[in-house]
T-cell receptor, first 114, second 111 residues
Framework: DADVTQTPRNRITKTGKRIMLECSQT?????MYWYRQDPGLGLRLIYYSFDVKDINKGEISDGYSVSRQAQAKFSLSLESAIPNQTALYFCATSDSASSGDEQFFGPGTRLTVL | KQEVTQIPAALSVPEGENLVLNCSFT??????LQWFRQDPGKGLTSLLL?????REQTSGRLNASLDKSSGRSTLYIAASQPGDSATYLC??????????FGTGTQLKVEL
């Protein structure tokens, strides 16, 4: 099945460490997104990419960076992790050619920064 | 700035009951609205997408309606089952092709 996968699924790290979260998809979609979910705040957009050469900041990009290595791969980096970056992180994809540009989500990465 | 509100935050119903989940948004200039389901510790599963020009969409026991002018959407679940227990999220797509999410309604369907 065409899918969106995220690695790792769980990660515990310490303050100041560099962390990379990876997302890959076999859906053939051109658009990819990174969100974080915090209790009581809903999902918030960190970065998004509409094709390989396109990177855009979302609502809460400070402290994060991204890389779109290929159409199927989009990674999120925390250069120097801090405790308030503890959250559930989701990658999503969509197809700009589809009606509605429906987004499809990966299973999430639970990140804990001590 | 678009704000999306879902009421109630939590809901518990007996099996077999029909139920309605509500979603409201402050800016009616949207392209579409999407309903998702999230199981504990899991990702989001897209349930229904309603374009701004549509009034409703149906999939199995689910029916979603959209009243763009009043900034409201409802998700109707018929004949609820314990397997429907999950958190339901709505998200609206506005300018910049970005989704704005509500904080969800946590549904529990009891035997």
């Amino acid at each position: 099945d065409a899918d969106v996968t995220q690695t790792p699924r769980n990660r515990i790290t310490k303050t100041g460490k560099r962390i990379m979260l990876e997302c890959s998809q076999t859906k053939g979609h051109d658009r990819m997104y990174w969100y974080r979910q915090d209790p009581g705040l809903g999902l918030r957009l960190i970065y998004y990419s509409f094709d390989v050469k396109d990177i855009n900041k979302g609502e809460i990009s400070d402290g994060y960076s991204v890389s779109r290595q290929a159409q199927a791969k989009f990674s999120l980096s925390l250069e120097s992790a801090i405790p308030n970056q503890t959250a559930l992180y989701f990658c999503a994809t969509s197809d700009s050619a589809s009606s509605g540009d429906e987004q499809f989500f990966g299973p999430g990465t639970r990140l804990t920064v001590l | 700035k678009q704000e999306v509100t879902q009421i109630p935050a939590a809901l518990s119903v007996p099996e077999g009951e029909n139920l309605v989940l509500n979603c409201s948004f402050t800016d009616s200039a949207i392209y579409n609205l999407q309903w998702f389901r999230q199981d504990p510790g899991k990702g989001l599963t897209s349930l229904l997408l309603i374009q701004s020009s549509q009034r409703e969409q149906t999939s199995g026991r689910l029916n979603a309606s959209l009243d763009k002018s009043s900034g409201r959407s409802t998700l109707y679940i018929a004949a609820s089952q314990p397997g429907d227990s999950a958190t339901y999220l709505c998200a609206v797509k506005g300018g910049g092709n970005k989704l704005t999410f509500g904080t969800g309604t946590q549904l529990k369907v009891e035997l």
